[in-house]
């Protein structure tokens, strides 16, 4: 069974940083293409960012690009997301998704980050 | 970017109805939309995918239709689980985007 499990969220005051992880297992991690969505409180799904199987492509939001690095650890069956100055507007829960040809077919839980002072 | 526009925002019915949502793409995609459905505190679960092909473990009452630049998702009679958010995604271009989501209420 696919599982994706997410953790590393937290309470961070503006301007700092937090690194998500997330677990995978079930399947050959290192075969996938990975993403991170984020989904702020009460509202819609946000894409944030894209790995390639190996890790040598990556993509960006607009609104992350510059701030947050995406990275896997293929002999971990980690996937992470490595977030710098951050805003109140990056207040969300964090999903980590295994995509299929730019689907995403499986979730994880989701980790909460919050950007407060 | 494609801008995704789903439409009605939020949507009251009944247990047994019929429902249809529409999901509208700023240029054509194709058929490069899925649909997920989402539960109050859960991840997404993708429901469709390439329009209208359904995701395995999903019911037969779910189905999708559309091309280009605009789709529609149909429950064909509702049940108390269906009651949740949706979602459509293109997976046309990068980055891939969402519509706002429709909420769809008990009656």
């Known amino acids: 069974e696919v599982q994706l499990a997410e953790s590393g969220g937290a309470l961070v005051q503006p301007g700092g940083s937090l690194r998500l992880s997330c677990a995978a297992s079930g399947f050959t991690f290192s075969t996938y293409e990975m993403n991170w969505v984020r989904q702020a409180p009460g509202k819609g799904l946000e894409w944030v960012s894209y790995?390639?199987?190996?890790?040598?492509?990556?993509y960006y939001a607009d609104s992350v690009k510059g701030r947050f690095t995406i990275s896997r650890d293929n002999a971990k069956n980690s996937l992470y997301l490595q977030m710098n100055s951050l805003r109140a507007e990056d207040t969300a829960v964090y999903y980590c998704a295994r995509e299929v040809g730019a689907l995403f077919q499986h979730w994880g839980q989701g980790t909460l980050a919050t950007v407060s002072s | 970017d494609i801008q995704m526009t789903q439409s009605p925002s939020s949507l009251s019915a009944s247990v047994g109805d019929r429902v249809t949502i529409t999901c509208r793409a700023s240029q054509s995609i194709s058929s490069y939309l899925n649909w997920y459905q989402q539960k109050p505190g859960k991840a997404p679960k993708l429901l469709i995918y390439?329009?209208?092909r359904l995701q395995s473990g999903v019911p037969s009452r779910f189905s999708g239709s559309g091309s280009g630049t605009d789709f529609t998702l149909t429950i064909s009679s509702l049940q108390p689980e269906d009651f949740a958010s949706y979602y459509c995604?293109?997976?046309?271009?990068?980055?891939?985007?969402f519509g706002q989501g429709t909420r769809l209420e008990i009656k």
């Open positions: 995604q293109q997976s046309y271009s990068t980055p891939p985007t």
């Open positions: 390439a329009a209208s």
């Open positions: 790995i390639s199987s190996s890790g040598s492509v990556k």
